[in-house]
């Protein structure tokens, strides 16, 4: 087992040194393992990484970044922007706020932290250039409130959590919503005290609640989606991905029909972007899923959690290296491929640590989370960068003050339990 664990650990990370992608390093690195174990044919590694993505739950994620895109282009984004705008727009670092708040709404559309940096990011990044903020500071900010794309619902790092682990999906979503929330508000309260530093006013029109309910009426739809979607879960209406699927068709005719801003020319496009994005998760799912059962079959999962709870006997001390380990990793591999990895190792120290499994996952999505905003693989760091022409390093300077604002969040999600479990009434 060892020998296996040394080989399969071993390759994985020197196929990350080489810069491989990491859906091809963690089923690489599963084949050899296999070879040295010498105990399970390859027909093993072929069925896993097929099975893994022959899930019902998992066809939620393909329909969600496809209503994602739809959304994005069919004018829903801007009417957020919009309406954010005018909620908040006339306080010191109103556009700021904006930009925040703009995030939240279309995460608990979207499920995705790329999509959500993008969606908004192509909006609010010029806006807020254009009243005068550093452009490094409206990237920086964007990037890091993108992250509540993985930590709302419909998240889809929630929804391979669940899959994974075996809780319900829509009690994750629900424990999600007040962690997220205080996401939002430290955010915000950073943008103002940022603003207030800074020198940036408010917006001259001033509060006007004529320019709120336009605002509210014009975004109707586009505020519709969350309650279609959380709603028709919570009621038991719809699982999640049939929700996913009525996004799907909401998209299209909020885009098409509602709205009139998305073009038949767009769709494929739309299709392709989807596809691309679809494929590559799937892939790292499949792979991650291979990855695993092997550590499963050579019983590394037992091992290592008994390792990990022979280190102390404080609670604290195994909760906060396991926080500090969970942060290391978001910043080196793909939250999807890292959750399916550690959930099966973490979940069973988890338990015996006495951690509620809604709470535990909470603690674990929101650490991966961070690994959004932090080098090297902080993906809507790259997302961001790419909108506003700023390097990768000078966005990651940027987005420190962000990394503490989300680590802290997730200190207070860790040492209040009832922060996920109070919607959950447990």
């Not at 896993?48 to 209503?67: E, G, K």
């Not at 490094?136 to 669940?162: C, D, E, K, M, N």
């Not at 099966?344 to 120290?349: A, D, G, T």
Request: one cysteine or more; a neutral charge.
């Amino acid at each position: 087992m060892i020998v296996t664990a040394v080989v399969l650990f071993g390759s994985f990370a020197s196929l990350l040194v080489l810069s491989a992608p990491i859906g091809i390093a963690l089923i690489l690195a599963s084949l050899l393992a296999l070879v040295v174990a010498g105990n399970m044919p390859f027909e093993f590694a072929i069925q896993s990484f097929i099975t893994a993505i022959d899930s019902f739950p998992i066809m939620a994620v393909p329909f969600f970044i496809l209503a994602g895109e739809l959304m994005a282009k069919g004018g829903l984004s801007r009417r957020l922007f919009v309406l954010a705008k005018t909620l908040v727009g006339n306080f010191t670092g109103g556009f700021a706020m904006a930009a925040v708040i703009t995030c939240l709404f279309f995460s608990a559309i979207s499920g995705s932290g790329p999509a959500t940096v993008a969606a908004v990011g192509g909006i609010m990044i010029p806006a807020m250039i254009e009243m005068g903020y550093d452009r490094r500071f409206a990237t920086a900010l964007i990037a890091a409130a993108g992250a509540l794309g993985v930590i709302l619902p419909p998240s889809i790092p929630l929804i391979v959590y669940g899959v994974t682990s075996g809780v319900s999906v829509g009690d994750l979503f629900i424990a999600a919503v007040i962690p997220g929330l205080i996401v939002t508000i430290s955010l915000v309260i950073y943008s103002f005290l940022y603003a207030k530093v800074k020198g940036h006013k408010g917006s001259k029109e001033g509060f006007s609640m004529k320019e709120v309910g336009r605002a509210f009426w014009d975004a109707k739809w586009a505020l519709l989606v969350p309650f279609i979607i959380l709603g028709g879960i919570y009621s038991g209406f719809f699982t999640p991905t049939e929700a996913a699927a009525v996004a799907v068709v909401y998209g299209l005719l909020a885009g098409f029909f509602l709205y009139k801003e998305l073009k038949w020319h767009q769709l494929f496009a739309i299709l392709r972007n989807s596809a691309l994005t679809t494929a590559t998760i799937l892939f790292i799912i499949a792979a991650a899923t291979v990855f695993g059962r092997v550590m499963t079959i050579e019983q590394m999962p037992g091992q290592i959690a008994s390792s990990i709870l022979s280190i102390s006997d404080n609670q604290l001390i195994i909760i906060l290296l396991i926080t500090a380990m969970l942060l290391v990793v978001g910043t080196v591999m793909d939250t999807t491929a890292a959750i399916i990895i550690f959930t099966p190792l973490l979940v069973p120290v988890g338990m015996e640590l006495g951690y509620d499994p809604i709470h535990f996952a909470m603690l674990v999505v929101l650490n991966l989370a961070i690994g959004f905003i932090t080098p090297p693989i902080g993906v809507n760091l790259f997302v961001a960068s790419s909108l506003s022409n700023l390097s990768i390093v000078t966005v990651s300077k940027a987005a420190l003050p962000f990394v503490c604002i989300l680590i802290f969040n997730l200190l207070l999600v860790i040492f209040i339990p009832q922060l996920s479990l109070f919607l959950l009434d447990r």
